[in-house]
């Protein structure tokens, strides 16, 4: 297989990719993928999220919202939260906070985040807000195409949340 091609299968098969990660699943040295990325982004054949410090890979055929997603699946804490909101539909902040084993802060900074992406929502109760997934059957549609391991192991009702 050509380069280019296997680069470009990377990013398809593996959306918000980061470029260490390209680096460390194809073999190629740092200046030699920089050209292939380049060009691929010439093609228009990906698209390139770059922040400071992390830049991610998309194929051009990945629309926005299911980027978001994907991007927020590369993070282990945050995809552990949205894998238990898609099974236990709602949840407290301290319900998930126990089930994860992580510090109220952890969770609270990552809950904030996925609510400010649109992809959680919070509804105000007393004595503790309560939060669920926005979209559950967009989530699901996503894992299904670009995470069909973790989406058999959900529908097969086996999920271990520390497992992957």
């Known amino acids: 297989m050509e380069r280019l091609e296997l680069v470009h299968n990377i990013i398809k098969k593996n959306p918000a990719v980061r470029f260490n990660d390209i680096m460390r699943i194809s073999k190629l040295k740092n200046g030699t993928l920089t050209h292939y990325i380049s ?18 890979f998309y194929d051009k055929s990945v629309p926005k919202k299911e980027a978001e997603i994907c991007k927020q699946l590369t993070r282990p804490t945050v995809k552990h939260i949205i894998m238990l909101l898609l099974k236990e539909k709602v949840m407290t902040h301290t319900e998930i906070g126990d089930s994860l084993k992580k510090s109220p802060a952890t969770i609270s900074v990552c809950l904030s985040e996925l609510f ?6 919070k509804t105000y109760d007393i004595p503790s807000n309560k939060y669920s997934l926005k979209n559950p059957t967009l989530i699901r549609g996503v894992l299904n195409v670009y995470y069909p391991d973790i989406s058999a192991r959900l529908i097969d009702n086996t999920v271990e949340l520390l497992d992957f």
């Open 116 to 121: 400010e992406k649109n992809i959680i929502e």
């Open 39 to 56: 060009k691929l982004e010439n093609m228009e054949k990906i698209s390139v999220e770059r922040t400071p410090r992390i830049t991610r």
